[in-house]
């Protein structure tokens, strides 16, 4: 009995991004390491299953999408694609259930996947959500879904109430701090969060978070959906072999970190989806090397036109890089930000990315762009104080040599590192045993094993 109870199949359901995806896998070699099997499925899509190498024993499984490669991105193609996959995704868990050996103790879905609600209904199976985003984003995913768009489009005219506070939550969180900002028409976003926020039959949520860094946000949901809360997180520090990325990272980048002094580099990633003008990458270019401080930046194929490595930039501009920074297309980014070397992260706030640089002690200097990023960006200045935002939609060569500096140099930035060290430790003492995470993902394993 013992045996079959150490086999049953925990069913993994990414959206496919990979601030979604990564995390998931994640996850999912967290449970596999507890005796559960694993099958991820997956969309035709940006198929996660050529990194299989990586996840020895897991099971992927295609299920068709009856949408255009051309539809993909933003909230418009997310509901159409939960109310596609629906009718293929019951077929999946079909044939899953007639495998020999395919006892299916549960369904963890992406809060954004839940077209799984329906299978997990029809078939009678548990199903739990996973958020790959923070806990407070998810609070305000749960308020907006009882707002009408046009009266708070009307009502966000107003600047008392957009200072108005939305929640008994602490820190504070007003109207103008709910992440509605860079997702299209307000409708789909509203939506969204309506079927985000309807937990169906699900009888549980994870979210890769941790207790000291959302208290708050996670007593309010476990109060207001009714469900426990499992806050599990950093998942990328609850397996060592699990990758930061699902494309091959350019490792030349830790040699070069190597022979920089400790604590000296500035380490640039805007994250897996941000576009940039050629202009302000000459910007951002000149602003850095201004500096003086060396530094590692991440320039992915494809976000910025014309960009294809150091060689694309003006050979003033390619000379300067190769004497004062380091241009890599892919970094390992949770090497790179425990690397000694390394002593501050200019990014765009994503919640994976904040994590990882919470998790190494690393402050940050925040350029959100829009939505969570914009909420994690708030927390990371004014509720953690480890790091600061860049505003404004574009940035000069002079605001990023300031920036650079007051986190690099000045005494400010200074303190900003120190209280990132302290957290550091409380993160570190969390997945130990006793910790938070720890018990929380017991407790979590403890719970799928009865199902």
Partial sequence: MEKREARRRI???PISAQGHVTPMLQLGKALYSKGFSITVVEGHFNQVSSSSQHFPGFQFVTIKESLRESDQGGIGFMI?????????????????????????????????????????????????????????????????SKLNADKFSVDMEDPGMQEKMVEN???????????????GPLEDLFELCREVANKRTASAVII??????????????EQKIGIPMYAIGPLHNMTDSAPSSLLED??????????????????????????????????????????????????????????NGIESLPKEVS????????????????????HLAVGGFWTHCGWNSTLESIAEGVPMI???????????????????????????????RGEV???????????????????????????????KSGGTSYNAFDELVKYLKTM
């Fill in 80 to 144: 159409k694609l939960n109310k596609t996959s629906e009718a293929s995704f019951k077929d999946c868990i079909v044939q899953l259930l007639l495998q020999q050996g395919s006892d299916i103790a549960c369904i963890i879905y992406d809060e954004f996947m839940y077209f799984c609600g329906a299978a997990a209904k029809e078939f009678n199976l548990p199903s739990v959500i996973f958020s790959t985003e923070s806990a407070t984003n998810y609070v305000s995913c749960c308020v907006l």
């Fill in 319 to 338: 000379k300067m890089i190769s004497e004062r920074g380091y241009i890599v297309k892919r970094a390992p980014q949770i090497e790179v930000l425990g």
């Fill in 208 to 221: 890769n978070t941790v207790s000291c860094l959302e208290n708050s946000s996670l007593s309010w949901l």
């Fill in 401 to 431: 040599e300031r920036a650079v500096k007051r986190l690099m140099v000045d005494e400010e930035g200074a303190e900003m590192q120190e209280r990132a060290l302290v957290l550091k430790e409380k993160l570190k003492a969390s997945m």
């Fill in 366 to 396: 925040c350029r959100p762009f829009h939505g969570e990023q914009k909420l994690n960006a708030m927390y990371i200045e004014s509720v953690w104080r480890i790091g600061f935002q860049v505003e404004g939609s574009k940035v000069d």
């Fill in 169 to 183: 939550l602490y820190p504070p969180l007003r109207y103008k701090d709910l992440p509605t900002s860079g997702f």
């Fill in 250 to 307: 350019d490792r030349s980048c830790i040699d070069w970190l190597n022979r920089q002094k400790p604590r000296s580099v500035i380490y640039v990633s805007m994250g897996t989806v941000v576009q940039m003008e050629t202009k302000e990458v000459l910007e951002m270019a000149w602003g850095l090397c201004n500096s003086n401080q060396p530094f590692l930046w991440v320039i992915r194929p494809r976000s910025c036109p014309g960009f």
């Fill in 11 to 13: 069913v993994l359901v």
